[in-house]
C-alpha cells in the first residue's frame, strides 16, 4: 500500500548553555547560535522516510517561518523528505492558533492537488514555545483522528497502532487512517544524512507560500530568564584524589 | 463566575487550583476519570458543554500529558487560544500570564485575549493553598450522550514497561554520563558506579544521538525529568535541553574537565578532571569502605 505521508517541522535555535536574550527581551539573541529542527519533529520526519521506505508513496516536509526555514526544510530533505512547503513569514512569533490555521491551510491545498495525506506528523510540543497544540488544533480543523506523545508508531492495513507513553508503561490506542500523529523524541533514532542525501535536497522542490499573520491571541509581551536555582558550587577538589570528599557528601546524602 | 478545572489525581491539580481561584468561585471539577479508560476528544467535549452551561470564566488544567493533550482539544473545538505551562496569571481581560519556554529555561510574560482563557499550569511551579474543595460536575449524562467520533481515540491497551533496571522518574540516586564519557564502552565506567549505588543510570542528548546509550536514559528536556537525592554528572557540559531535565535534583554533583562547563556552575558540588580517573576512583573507594 503505497501511502502519503506528511511532516510539520519547526526551527529552533541550539540555545547551548546560557540562553541570551535581544535588547528589547522579546526574543533570543540568536546572532551566535546555529539553528537546527525541533527534536520531537526531527523524529517525525525519520518516522515519515521510513515509512515511505517501506512502503513506497510520497512524503512532504512543511515548516511556517522566515526565508532561512528552507535550511531546516532541506535538512528534511536530505534525511529523505521528497518535497517542501515553505509557509514563509516576516519573522514575527506566530502563535499555536495561527500557525495550525496556516498549516491546515497548506495542507488542504496540497491535498487537493496531490491527495489525501495518510499521516500527518507533528512534534508533541515544539522545543521553543512549548505550546503543545498546533496538532490537535490541525486533526480538528481536519476532522482526523489524533493521537499524542507517540514513541511508536506502527501501520497496520488501514489502521495504525501509536503507544503512547505514560507513568507505568505504554498507552496503546488503535485509530483509522487519515490520522494525525504528535510524537516525541525516542520514537526512533534519526540518521545523519548522508552526503548524497544532501546533494539531492539541493535539487528537490520547496513550493511557497505567504500565509497572512492573524493577531495573536496568545500575544508574547516579553521573555526573562529565570533566576538560578541559588546552587553554588562547593569543590570537592580534582581529580581521583577527591573521591573520599565523594563519598563522604554521598553518606551524607543518605544514599550511601 | 464560576472556574472549571479538570482534575487528575495527584498534586498538580491541586497546585492548579491555586491559579483558577484568581478567575473566580466556586470551582468546578470534571475528573479525569469520567471517561474510561482514558479518551481526550470525549473528556474535551464533557469539558466544552460544562463550561457553556456554567458560563465559566475560565477553564483550567494541570500542565501534565494528559491535561495538556485535553486542553489542546477543547480549544481547538472552542475556536479559542490556549496557554499551556503557566506559573502565575492574572484575569484581565486581557489575562496576562507568565509561561514556561524552552522546558523551563524561558519564562514568557504574554496576554491572552479570550472570552474564556484556557490554561494550564505547570507541575510543582505553584504551591498548594488553601481553599474550599471544587464541586464536582454530574457528567454521567454528557458520558452516555457522547458522539460516536469522540470516543474514535481511545486507549485500547497498556503495554508494561519493559526495562529491568531502576527507573529515572523515580531513582534516589542517578549517575549520568555525557560526551565526555567518549563511548559507548566508556559507559562501563558509569555502569559500575551506579551498581554500587544502586542508583539508575542516566545520559545526554549528545549520547542517545550518539547511538551510545538508549533514549529511555536520557535526561532532559525532550527526555526524562528527574528528581533524585543526588544525580552525579559524569563529562555532561550542561545545555539548557539537558537543565530543563534536572530542576527537581536535589543536589547535583558534576564532574567535568572543563570547569567552566556551565553544568560545573549550575551544580552543588563539583569535582575537576578526567571522569576516567575520577569515577573509578569513587567506585574504589566505596568498595574499600565495606
Redesign the interface.
Known amino acids: 500500500m503505497t501511502l502519503r505521508v506528511a511532516a510539520c517541522i519547526k526551527r529552533v535555535p541550539i ?5 541570551v536574550l535581544t535588547e528589547d527581551a522579546r526574543a ?1 539573541d540568536t546572532r551566535h547560535l546555529g539553528f537546527t529542527m525541533s ?2 519533529e526531527e523524529c517525525g520526519v525519520e518516522e515519515a522516510v521510513r515509512i515511505i521506505e517501506a512502503g513506497g508513496g510520497d512524503s512532504v516536509v512543511l515548516a511556517l517561518g522566515p526565508a532561512e526555514v528552507v535550511e531546516q526544510l532541506r535538512d528534511a530533505m536530505a534525511l529523505g523528505i521528497d518535497r517542501a512547503i515553505h509557509l514563509q513569514t516576516d519573522g514575527q512569533e506566530w ?3 495561527a500557525t ?1 490555521a496556516a498549516l491546515t491551510d497548506a495542507l488542504r491545498a496540497d491535498e487537493a492537488a496531490a491527495g489525501r495525506f495518510d499521516i500527518i506528523f507533528f512534534g508533541n ?1 515544539s ?7 498546533v ?3 490541525v ?3 481536519l476532522g482526523r ?5 507517540l514513541k511508536r508508531v506502527l501501520i497496520e492495513g488501514s489502521s495504525v497502532r501509536c ?2 507513553e ?11 487512517l487519515p490520522a494525525v500523529l504528535t510524537v ?3 520514537l526512533n ?1 534519526p540518521r545523519y544524512p548522508s552526503v548524497p542525501g544532501k546533494m539531492r535536497a539541493r535539487n528537490k522542490a520547496v513550493a511557497v507560500t505567504t500565509p497572512i499573520r492573524p ?12 533566576a ?2 541559588g ?17 563522604e ?2 553518606r551524607k ?4 | 463566575m464560576s472556574v472549571l478545572v479538570l482534575m487528575e489525581p495527584g498534586d498538580p491539580s491541586r497546585q492548579t487550583l491555586t491559579l483558577a481561584r484568581k478567575f473566580g468561585e466556586p470551582l468546578h471539577a470534571v475528573h479525569v476519570d469520567a471517561v474510561e479508560p482514558f479518551a481526550p476528544d470525549a473528556l474535551a467535549a464533557i469539558l466544552q458543554r460544562v463550561a457553556d452551561e456554567l458560563n465559566a470564566s475560565a477553564v483550567l488544567a494541570a500542565g501534565t500529558e494528559r491535561g495538556n493533550e485535553v486542553m489542546a482539544r477543547l480549544a481547538a473545538r472552542s475556536g479559542l487560544p490556549f496557554a499551556a505551562n503557566c506559573v502565575a496569571v492574572s484575569p484581565g481581560p486581557p489575562a496576562t500570564l507568565t509561561r514556561l519556554r524552552w522546558g523551563g529555561s524561558l519564562l514568557e510574560e504574554a496576554r491572552l485575549h479570550s472570552p474564556r482563557p484556557l490554561i494550564t499550569v505547570a507541575p510543582h511551579t505553584v504551591s498548594i493553598e488553601a481553599g474550599a474543595a471544587p464541586i464536582d460536575v454530574e457528567v454521567k449524562h454528557l458520558v452516555d450522550g457522547l458522539d460516536e467520533r469522540d470516543l474514535m481515540v481511545r486507549v485500547s491497551d497498556h503495554v508494561a514497561p519493559s526495562n529491568g533496571g531502576v527507573s529515572l522518574t523515580t531513582a534516589r540516586v542517578i549517575v549520568s554520563g555525557g560526551r565526555g564519557v567518549g563511548s559507548k564502552e566508556g559507559f562501563a565506567i558509569i555502569e559500575e558506579l551506579a551498581g554500587l549505588l544502586g542508583a539508575a543510570v542516566g545520559c545526554s542528548r549528545a549520547v542517545t544521538s550518539a547511538g551510545w546509550r538508549p533514549h529511555s536514559d536520557q535526561v532532559g528536556q525532550t527526555g526524562t525529568k528527574v528528581a533524585p537525592e543526588i544525580y552525579i554528572a559524569c563529562g555532561i557540559s550542561g545545555a539548557t535541553q539537558h537543565m530543563a531535565g534536572l530542576k527537581g535534583a536535589k543536589r547535583i554533583l558534576a564532574i567535568n574537565s572543563d570547569p567552566q562547563a556551565p553544568l560545573m556552575l549550575n551544580a552543588d558540588y563539583t569535582v575537576a578532571g578526567d571522569l576516567k580517573e575520577i569515577v573509578p576512583a569513587i567506585s574504589a573507594e566505596i568498595r574499600k569502605g565495606r
Open positions: 540555545t547551548g548553555g546560557r540562553i533570543i527534536p520531537h502563535d499555536g492558533e495550525a510540543e522545543a521553543d514555545s512549548g505550546g503543545f497544540q496538532g490537535a488544533r486533526a480538528y480543523a483522528p489524533c493521537v499524542t506523545g503507544e503512547q505514560v507513568e507505568g508503561g505504554r498507552d496503546v490506542y488503535i485509530v483509522p516525541k523524541e525516542g533514532l493577531a495573536a491571541r496568545l500575544e508574547l509581551v516579553s521573555l526573562a530568564v529565570p538560578g536555582q546552587r553554588r558550587a562547593e569543590s570537592l577538589g580534582s581529580g581521583a584524589a577527591a573521591a573520599p570528599a565523594v563519598v557528601l554521598l546524602a543518605g544514599v550511601l
